[in-house]
């Protein structure tokens, strides 16, 4: 029998998805234990393809398990993953809590694999799906040509501010929908009323804020995308600069990349390391119309790279347009990623 996992925070958005994933995924696993707020607890859950009843979260329910995934709120994963980790759980991360402790490894599989067994907190982080959306196929990139820089912007969904993202996104859709506004300062906002977790309309609308202000007029998501990107390719000094967009979408970030590399870079070069790269999907002849879009990838597993160019003033720089679906690889499978690895240590 395999080893105990535990899903903590398994009614929420990103563990509903992980359920999924995890019914589809290689199954290792013995048991597999639900846990929740004590709100949640008694409902029942499917989990390759049974029901599974949904415990309370408390110290008892850590009892004989060997990891266990967190998709809870920072403060939440503050206060218990130390507990799981204390009776002897590895514990991985999905919140903003611990990435950037220097006890606790960042880890994306396709880049960082090894960071898993330095962990002297028993607790390994999960990076955030806007920096997990670009960061595989960065980190091909980078191993064969050496980033110096990385300029992006995002064009992040809804989903990543949870329920009340799509539900606003939806509900301000329902109240435009069949009207030509769009075309007068302000007639959308007056028109949809409630803003819901942004600042400005986001239906008909691009909105350049996510996340919550920080020093200097940054946002917390630009300073995770800098953050996070030196932490999991181990250049503390990388030049990074983002700019966070929310857009009208529900699920599946976008980013454009302006990427710049110790040495000349061609874009022939960039195509057959994108191609051989695992967990990326190349996906680039604009002139068949061929570019990843997130209606086209959403439910997908891979980070989708297109339109990939060489900058025009800079033999060493490639501009790329990069797509992932933030809940799958930004956030529960990678979770279930470093799960496995974790879990393939102890069957060695
Ligand atoms: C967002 N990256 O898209 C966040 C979610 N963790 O708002």
Known sequence: RGPTLAVVGATGAV?????????????IWGEIRLIASPRSAGRKLTVRGEEVEVVALGEAAFDGVDVALFDVPDEVSAQWAPVAAARGAVVVDNSGAFRMDPDVPLVVPEVNPHAVRNRPRSIIANPNCTTLSMI???????????????IVSSYQAVSGSGKEGVDTLREQLGKLAGTELGTQPGDIRRAVGDLGPYPAPIALNVVPFAGSLKEDG???????????????????????????????????HSLTVHARFENEVTVAQAHEILRAAPGVVLCDDPAAGDFPTPADVVGTDPTWVGRVRRSMDDPCALELFVCGDNLRKGAALNTAQIAELVAAESAA
């Open 15 to 27: 563990g509903t998805v992980l359920l999924s994933i995890l019914s589809e995924r290689k199954d």
């Open 136 to 150: 595989v196929a960065m980190g091909a990139l980078h191993a064969e040509f050496g980033l110096g820089e990385l």
């Open 218 to 252: 940054w946002t917390s998501e630009e300073l995770k995308v800098r953050d996070e990107s030196r932490k999991i390719l181990g250049l503390p000094e990388l030049r990074v600069t983002a700019t966070c967009v929310r857009v009208p979408v529900v699920t599946t």
